[in-house]
Nanobody, 114 residues
């Protein structure tokens, strides 16, 4: 059974930073690729960043060089450090396995606005 709890979102000005955290209740967490996704109303959920069990990372082109994904297998957590935020980063952010499980958390809202 998968349970995912995201936190850390908020309102930030363009150019600002936020750090998102995900607490994952996932059996054998360390074996899975974990990822952050985001969704804007009316659009499909998109993959933002992923990290393998050994720490190999992959990013969407739109966030490369600005976002950093990390994980702590002992704590079963996945973080997303977001720097140089842009208006277009505004979305609800979710963590999940990659490929995603059918269970999604509530997400955390990130709003980039001046």
């Amino acid at each position: 059974q998968v349970q995912l709890v995201e936190s850390g979102g908020g309102l930030v000005q363009p150019g600002g930073s936020l750090r998102l955290s995900c607490a994952a209740s996932v059996s054998m967490f360390s074996l899975y690729v974990m990822a952050w996704y985001r969704q804007v109303p009316g659009k499909e959920r998109e993959l933002v960043a992923a990290i393998t069990s050994h720490g190999i990372t992959n990013y969407a082109d739109s966030v490369k060089g600005r976002f950093t994904i990390s994980r702590d297998n002992a704590k079963k957590s996945v973080d997303l450090q977001m720097n140089s935020l842009k208006f277009e980063d505004t979305a609800v952010y979710y963590c999940n396995l990659n490929p995603p499980s059918s269970t999604w958390g509530q997400g955390t809202q990130v709003t980039v606005s001046s």
